[in-house]
T-cell receptor, first 116, second 112 residues
Framework: AQTVTQSQPEMSVQEAETVTLSCTYDTSESDYYLFWYKQPPSRQMILVIRQEAYKQQNATENRFSVNFQKAAKSFSLKISDSQLGDAAMYFCAYDASGAGSYQLTFGKGTKLSVIP | KAGVTQTPRYLIKTRGQQVTLSCSPISGHRSVSWYQQTPGQGLQFLFEYFSETQRNKGNFPGRFSGRQFSNSRSEMNVSTLELGDSALYLC???????????FGPGTRLTVT
């Protein structure tokens, strides 16, 4: 079974600084997708960034970028120029729909606090 | 486009009752997935539907069921509610497998 591990239950960052959230996953599949989702106190899950496993290039979305290391099964999220609105739970998720899975497997999450 | 909508947003039920939750996906999205979120177990996959067919089911008892209609709207039903079913139930829709899943605001179910 696929598993997703987020080893940092909580992290904090100063406003305008950079922070990296870690995620590792376990799979025997070669075709899959990885995601980072943000869940603010409102509980609305918001997609932050998506990475396709067959693409070597790391995905980037404005201040958010990932470091995808397929061989190491590592998928970290870097948030640059942190803002107060970035404070939230961040979930790493794995999707093996290419192998007929059709489900997201989530990590336990990392609670990010932003210090003004 | 309108986002994923879920109704009701909040629900309080008594042990032994049953409940039906509804989800309307983003227009054009044919895949709908359901997840349960609790503080103890985190986010767990319930089931996924595409074109009215259940393609995958998570490790939940048979009390949890769902369906999808021809307009892609989906419902999930929980029968014989237990205290442990108290959770935030999230619905997500996507256009295709592996595509971005967009989540609704969730239904907060409290079982007393």
């Amino acid at each position: 079974a696929q598993t997703v591990t987020q080893s940092q239950p909580e992290m904090s960052v100063q406003e305008a600084e950079t922070v990296t959230l870690s995620c590792t996953y376990d799979t025997s599949e070669s075709d899959y997708y990885l995601f980072w989702y943000k869940q603010p106190p409102s509980r609305q899950m918001i997609l932050v960034i998506r990475q396709e496993a067959y693409k070597q290039q790391n995905a980037t979305e404005n201040r958010f970028s990932v470091n995808f290391q397929k061989a190491a099964k590592s998928f970290s999220l870097k948030i640059s120029d942190s803002q107060l609105g970035d404070a939230a739970m961040y979930f790493c998720a794995y999707d093996a729909s290419g192998a007929g899975s059709y489900q997201l497997t989530f990590g336990k999450g990392t609670k990010l606090s932003v210090i003004p | 486009k309108a986002g994923v909508t879920q109704t009701p947003r909040y629900l309080i039920k008594t042990r032994g009752q049953q409940v039906t939750l509804s989800c309307s996906p983003i227009s054009g999205h044919r895949s709908v997935s359901w997840y349960q979120q609790t503080p103890g177990q985190g986010l767990q996959f319930l089931f996924e539907y595409f074109s009215e067919t259940q393609r995958n089911k998570g490790n939940f008892p048979g009390r949890f069921s769902g369906r999808q209609f021809s307009n892609s709207r989906s419902e999930m039903n929980v029968s014989t509610l237990e205290l442990g079913d108290s959770a935030l139930y999230l619905c997500a829709s996507s256009q295709s497998p592996g595509g971005e899943q967009y989540f609704g605001p969730g239904t907060r179910l409290t079982v007393t």
